[in-house]
């Protein structure tokens, strides 16, 4: 059984930045996928980046705004989001695959206009 945990949810205005983290409970090991998705109000959920060994996978809306990257030996996963849109706004859910599909609770991402 693994737990994430989110935390770096919060308000940002259009342009600003947040950091997220998610922290898992213990190894998730290198060559399987970390990612994070979200789901706004009325929306389907949607994978914003996800990360495999040194690949990245990015949804087209976020490249070149938001990155992706880990640190296996804390068993972190973070996303940095840059260049913040109030359409960004959403509950930012951290995912891991080891041997089943593990979500996080989500944490609140609102970015004002």
């Known amino acids: 059984q693994v737990q994430l945990v989110e935390s770096g949810g919060g308000l940002a205005q259009a342009g600003g930045s947040l950091r997220l983290s998610c922290t898992a409970s213990k190894r998730v090991h290198i060559t399987n996928t970390m990612a994070w998705y979200r789901q706004a109000p009325g929306k389907q959920r949607e994978l914003v980046a996800a990360?495999?060994?040194?690949?990245?996978n990015y949804a087209d809306s976020v490249k070149g705004r938001f990155s992706i990257s880990r640190d296996v030996d804390k068993n972190a996963v973070y996303l940095q989001m840059n260049n913040l849109e109030p359409e960004d706004t959403a509950v930012y859910y951290c995912f891991a695959r080891q041997g089943y599909n593990y979500w996080g609770q989500g944490t609140q991402v609102t970015v004002s206009s």
């Open positions: 990360m495999t060994s040194d690949r990245r």
